[in-house]
């Protein structure tokens, strides 16, 4: 089993509309979890990091379930801008390892 | 205020050829980290560092070394490509903010080997 796993997608989402990623992890003692977006042929970029109870930022929230090992990212009133790959980092304290999955590309459609 | 910068850019390579990667970065960070990019693969850790003089294995080691005898310089080498090593590498470095923190990347070095 991959240490982080993603559903690669496409999502091809009207504009306007909401859209969510999940982004499971196999090690329960992954500590810090991530967002990055990265856009064709670019380096990716952080879009969020994930806090323990849940965090937002304008449209995009985040929310970690330790339970359940997984991570997701909500965009409400999707923009065209919005597309891209959308990648979920988990870091495991005590090696300092960086993983990522395998992202998942969003197209939002005029 | 440069953040992370790889070199080269672009490189070709024949098979059995030998070449270094470089990345500097300038924000004193601790960590720094080798990936590679192919398509539908998301990016795999080849070798990290977690402070000068140390080095560790990540997904893919085989094929690369790396050196990190200066903290702001992590070095990742090829001694001899193979085509499988044709990809995107992208070098990074972290910056710990108490349980959580941010990678900074450079922007890539595409390496072709024929």
């Known amino acids: 089993r991959k240490e982080v796993e993603q559903d690669p997608g496409p999502f091809n989402v009207p504009e306007g509309a909401t859209v969510a990623f999940n982004c499971t992890y196999s090690n329960s003692a992954s500590q810090s979890f991530f967002w990055y977006r990265q856009d064709c042929r670019k380096e990716p970029k952080l879009l969020m990091s994930?806090?323990?109870s849940g965090n937002e930022d304008g449209r995009f929230t985040a929310q970690l379930n330790r339970a359940s090992q997984y991570i997701s990212l909500l965009i409400r009133d999707s923009k065209l801008s919005d597309s891209a790959t959308y990648l979920c980092?988990?870091?495991?304290?005590?090696?300092?390892?960086?993983?990522f999955g395998t992202g998942t590309r969003l197209t939002i459609i005029p | 205020n440069a953040g992370v910068t790889q070199t080269p850019k672009f490189r070709v390579l024949k098979t059995g050829q030998s070449m270094t990667l470089l990345c500097a970065q300038d924000m004193n960070h601790e960590y720094m980290y080798w990936y590679r990019q192919d398509p539908g693969m998301g990016l795999r850790l080849i070798h990290y560092s977690v402070g000068e003089g140390t080095t560790a294995k990540g997904e893919v080691p085989d094929g690369y070394n790396v050196s990190r005898l200066k903290k702001q310089n992590f070095l990742l080498g090829l001694e001899s490509a193979a085509p499988s090593q044709t990809s995107v590498y992208f070098c990074a470095s972290y910056e710990r903010q108490g349980q959580t923190g941010e990678l900074f990347f450079g922007e890539g070095s595409r390496l072709t080997v024929l």
């Open positions: 980092v988990v870091m495991n304290f005590g090696n300092e390892k960086l993983t």
């Open positions: 994930v806090y323990s």
